[in-house]
Structure formats: C-alpha cells, structure tokens
C-alpha cells in the first residue's frame, strides 16, 4: 500500500500546474471561451507537448503508456484551471475506446495521431432521450453492398465541435450487444449542430443517416470497451473535480478571513465556519475515491472496477453538489454573478456531476453489484 | 500509488486471523457479533491470550514491551480482529495513560504501571469529564491539595467525575484535577493517578438510555493520593492532556467495527423480507446501504491515507482532523440501518437472560435483539471525545485558519 506519487508522476503534476498558473488564469480562460471556437489550439499544443495526449496511449501505440494514476494528475490540474480544451472528449474516451475495441491494425496510426495532438477524435455515444443508458443503444448499423452505414440521433458529444473522426456505438440490425464504429464528420449523412455547454466547454448534437461508418473491432462485442471507456471517463471526473473543488474551497475561506459584514469578518461566523468544515469533508472523502477510481482502472475484474467506479462518481457527485452550492451561497450576491470565477466552477461541478452518469445512476449500479455479493 | 495490501501486510493479517480464531473465545466472539454486551471477564479473557502472544502492546514501542508495529500493522490488527468478533481492547490503560507514561512519567511509575497494564493486571478508566465541564475541559473543578505529614508527601482531591465508561471495572483512575486557580484555567491542571481502592472514592452508576451500565460518576471525598502518583510537573496536567488526545486520533474513526457491521447488515437484509422478497431486493433499503457503504470505503481510504503518512513520518494533512467526525457519522447511520432492517422486530426491550427463559422465537431473534439498543448508545459517538461540533471548530482553528 503507497498513496504516494512516483517522481515521474510528481514532475507531470508540476509542469501541469505550472502551465495553469502561467497560461490558464481566469483572464485568459475568459479570452478563450469569448473567442469564436470557444477552446484554443495554442493551449491544445502545449497540452500535447508536455505530453498528455500521448500519455494514456500505450506504448506500444506509440504513447508513454500511463495508468489511470497519470490520469488523475492530469485531470486534477484541468480542474483546477477549469481547461476547456476537450481533453477528456478528445483524448481520454477515444483511446480508451481504440485501445479496449479496435484491432491493431485499425487503431495503428490513429492512436498515435492522438498522441501527437494532431487527430481529434470524438465518441458520439448518448442516443437522444436515452439519459444515462449504455447498452440499450437506438442508434442502429446496417450492413449492404459490402459497406455498413448508421442512423441514429447522439447528444452532448464532447468535443463533437471540433472532432475530425468519430467513434459512434451503435447496433446492427437486431443484434443483441453493441458495436463500434468510426465515422468521418465530414461523411454524407453527418450534420452536426455545435453549441457551448452550460460550463463553457463545447460539444454537439450529431444526427446520422445512413451515414458511412467502418466497423471497429468484432461486430457486437464492443460493449466491454464501451464500458471500460465511460468508466475511464468517471474516472478522469472525479479527479478533475477534485481540482475544481480544491480550488473553489480554497476561494471560498479566503473570503470567508476578507468580506466584513457587521464590523467583522464573516468567517467569524460558526454557522459559516462550520459549513466550510463540511466542504472540506466532502472534498477529502472524495479525494479518497478518486484515488480508488483511478486504481481501479487497471483492476482487471471489471465488475470490481464498476463497482469502484460507481462509487467514486456517487461520492464526488454529491460532494460537487455540497461544495459548488455552499461556495456560492457563502459568497452571497457575488456568487450568482457571472463574472466571478465562483460560478464558473459551480457550473463545471455541476456538470460533471450530471455526465456519465448521475449519483442516482451509480448509486444504483453500485447497489446491483450488492445483490450479486 | 497503490490501494492494496502488499505481500507482506497481507501475511501478517492471515497471520493475525489464524492466531484470532485459535485464541478468542468463540461465545465472546458471538456476543460481539449480536451486538451483546461483554462482562470484565470477557475483555479480559481476550486481552489475556493476547498478552501471552506478546500483542497487547500494538502502538507501544518495544522497550516498553509493546509490538513495535508500524501505523498500517496496527490498523491490520484492528481490522481483522474486529472482523472475527474480538472485544475491542479497552484504550484507557492501553492507548491513553500508557503513552502518558512514558512520554512524562519518570521511570518508577513506568516500572511499575507499564508492564500492569499490558498484563491487564489493572484495569484503567479515564477522570477528564466534569458535571460542569463537558467540552470545555478546561473549566474542570475537582481539587487536589498538596500536603504534607508524617506518611509524607500527598494530595487531599475532593470533586465529582463524570461519564466514566467502565469505571465500575477499573483499578485505577487517571485524573485531571485542579492545583491552582491562578492565572488561565489551563495553567492550574495536574494529572494525577488514583487507585480506586482509596477510602473516600465512590463509583455510582449512570444508566444510559439502552438501560445499560457502560458509565459512571465517580466522587472523591478527601481521597488521600501519594505525591508520587503525580505524572510530571504540578499545573502541566493540561499540556499531558492534550498530547493524549492527539495521541489517538486514528482509532476513533471505528473502520474495523464499521466493516464488521456492513458485514452482519449484508446477511441480515438477505434474511429479512419486505414486500416477499429479501430486503436488499428492496431498492429503498438498499440504496441507503450501498451509500455508507460507499461512504465507509471513503473513510477508509482516508484512514489508509493518514496511516501512510504517518508511517513514512509525513506530516498529515487536513484529512486526519476529519476522522471522529465522519466515523462516529458513519457508526450512527450503520447501526440506524441495522434496526431499520429489523422492522417491527426494533421494538421490544428484551433484559439479558428473559429470551432464554421465555423460549418465545421472535423474542430471541438474535439478528436484531441488540440493534435498536446499539442505535441508541451509539448517539453517544457524535458527543464523546470531543463532540463534532468541537471538532469542527478545531479544523475551523487549526486547517482553515479561520
């Protein structure tokens, strides 16, 4: 048992936060989200040449092979600069996915396209009314003339604004199990309706018709991968919550020591004091399970990974909500503006608390791995 | 990073479970398991074979005769203990006064109290508590006056304790009394040990709202202590007191007893039924236990953490403050669900001894006898060892700085 960093790991978590401290103020975060695609390639690159898109790729597809411990220190300093350039959209899904359900030969130059920070790549997933579902896919693949093609509606793809290339889960025909495809965003039949999220970050709706998709991996037995990936990404969540809250907990206290009120700082106040405690609370335990989820990404069982996962998301799913809330109303009239930085990271943990699955969704996915116990 | 045990840790668990199942008796361990409340005989006996093992002595370095563990071996053996049904070992003597004594008595009283305490020869309690002085220690008002006559040198206490847990087993007492009443009220303390046997010391039950005895006020009425039972310096009591309660600061978090009780909760929402079918297919009830499930795997991580820290000698950070609070959270919620899981069963009082005689079935219902009893006696675990709202003010203080 070591709950310690290694050096390598330690020098990443470094140069990150060096790079937030110098190139992501909150001045020039607002810069880039004001700007007209809404993320920056500038930043982007720098990203790729500290090495975090190759990070996750495996070595032997050309990246550095990181676990998901080197993803939690990436992800905790995104959060803490709430970085809007799709990391998690662009880089985290799509190599879990390629790595987990593509063949060699098809993820071979792609993955390492990835790695350099040249390709982008998005996974359109969620089917339009089908809120957190992973398996009961309405998107659908037909095969003819020795070609297959989709139709379907997916939502809130990430990175769906900028991405070159898609992976889309769909089925084929009546199949059971689910498949994975890669489509080209420029394809006949692929219209894509780009807009900001609620946080700033950017994403799309993308419809297919009978859109010119190749199929990635054995037809219906991407499931697996599917999972693997969007566990990744709940992953890399709770990690990059932890930043945000850190960092919102850290604003808050020191508000608390400055705004006056009556003659006296507010942090006087037991009641306030004590509702800080309880951020803190809420942002340790959690620390604690995003240490276990990224553990758990390299636990070969994947029910004991599910489960770890799901009870990473439900904790830090509700600490999001604790310490985002609680930081606004402790801020009082300023935390509802939209020019301070309070609200901007609200709305981030608020959003990460509804991605991949709520805390109600794992809570119960949690509680079915209790029945099987 | 990495979560798990290694080879080595899980060794030594394997090896502390094999001595457990050998050496702990097997009805002591049923009356843990059911909850049951455990005589002097029953830690005793326990704490004995531990004695014999060379193991009572978990946090105590060897040249006192202690394990010389290190702070994840001692939370191994906490573990797995509590998952067999051990009694716990009582930390008055163990983990409170002991470290006292050898971090500020001299060496006689470490001849002479150390190695009776391992033994279990003396049973400890604890004299902080007042009837006037809860949370605040400070304001404590039992006298000690320093005299002299021809037997020598000694104190006259006179004054009241309170909330003595186990008092009524105990030989010996360790006390914070008051010298002086100059200066701050902190500045006037002094500990002082007191056999129980003195003349002048009286030990009256407080019967807590499970109807049981578990503590005590004891009265001291000109109790006549040998200067020699004085740890350190007159008026430095206060500074001893507060090393002791930063001594234990991991244990109060319960994770061992904790994991014991999710464990017997799995079983019992798979026996009990609700709407014809087994509790846990129950949605409601088993959303409630999957989150302090998730919670308790939370706080163990943090315990986990804390324990690394102090074993590589890295200063802790702010997680360690947050142990009491959100493990005393965690033991109220797991022993609410037990009884919640009995339903209907929750409600009869059932006295030791009446199920057996009556041989009525549901009244010895042994899944549930104990639970709505623990519910009750565990809402001491938010009060004791400082309420939760004193340590929110002390990580109000000492972590945010505010």
Known sequence: ?373 | MDLRYNDEQRAFAQEVREFTRANLDPSVAKKVLDGARLSREDYLGWHRALYKKGWVGAGWPTAFGGTGWNSTQQHIFDEVTADEGAPQLMPFGLRMVAPVIMAFGNKAQQDYYLPKILSGEHWWCQGYSEPGSGSDLASLKTKAERATDADGAHYIVNGQKTWTTLGQHADWIFCLVRTSTDGRQQEGISFLLIDMKSPGVTVRPIIMLDQEHEVNEVWFDNVRVPAENLIGEENKGWTYAKFLLSHERTGIAGVGRCKRIVKRLHHVAKQATAHGQPLIEDVRFRDRLAQVEIELRALEITLLRVLDAEREKRAPGPEASLLKIKGSEIQQTLTELTMMAAGPAALPYVREGEHEAQDVAWLSDEAYRYATGTYFNFRKTTIYGGSNEIQRNIVTQLVLGL
């Open chain 1, 1 to 373: 048992m070591n709950f310690s960093l290694t050096d390598e790991q330690a020098a990443l978590k470094d140069t990150l936060a060096k790079f937030i401290e110098r190139d992501y103020s909150f001045d020039q975060r607002w810069k880039i989200i004001g700007s007209q695609m809404g993320w920056s390639r500038e930043h982007w690159s720098k990203l790729a040449d500290i090495g975090a898109m190759a990070l996750p790729v495996a070595e032997s597809d050309g990246g550095l092979g990181g676990n998901g411990v080197d993803t939690m220190v990436v992800m905790e300093q995104l959060g803490r600069g709430l970085v809007v350039e799709p990391y998690l959209g662009c880089v985290i899904l799509p190599v879990a996915l390629l790595t987990q359900g593509a063949s060699d030969i098809e993820r071979a130059g792609l993955l390492e396209r990835i790695a350099s920070g040249e390709s982008m790549v998005a996974f359109a997933h969620t089917d339009a009314g089908s809120r957190y579902e992973r398996e009961q896919l309405k998107t659908r693949a037909t095969f003819a003339n020795g070609a297959y093609s989709i139709t379907g509606n997916k939502i809130a793809v990430l990175g769906g604004d900028c991405a070159e290339l898609l992976l889309v889960s769909a089925k084929v025909d009546q199949d059971a199990a689910a498949s994975l495809f890669l489509v080209q965003t420029h394809a006949t039949g692929v219209a894509r309706f780009p807009y900001p999220m609620q946080d700033a970050q950017r994403g799309a709706d993308i419809s297919f018709v009978n859109a010119p998709a190749v199929l990635l991996g054995e037809r219906a037995s991407a499931q697996a991968a599917i999972d693997y990936a969007l566990d990744a990404a709940c992953a890399a969540l709770s990690a990059e919550a932890i930043g945000a809250m850190s960092e919102l907990h850290k604003i808050t206290v020191e508000y608390l020591k400055t705004r006056k009120q009556f003659g006296r700082a507010i942090g006087m106040n037991q009641a306030l004091q004590h509702r800080a405690v309880d951020m803190l609370m809420h942002l340790e335990m959690s620390r604690s399970m995003a240490m276990e989820a990224a553990v758990a990404m390299s636990e070969p069982n994947a029910q004991l990974r599910a489960k770890s996962i799901s009870a990473a998301k439900v904790l830090v799913g509700q600490a999001c909500r604790f310490v985002g809330q609680q930081a606004v109303q402790l801020h009082g009239g300023i935390g509802v503006t939209h020019e301070l930085n309070v609200a901007h990271y609200f709305k981030r943990l608020t959003m990460i608390g509804a991605s991949f699955g709520d805390c109600d969704w794992h809570l119960a996915r949690y509680g079915e791995s209790l029945l099987a116990a």
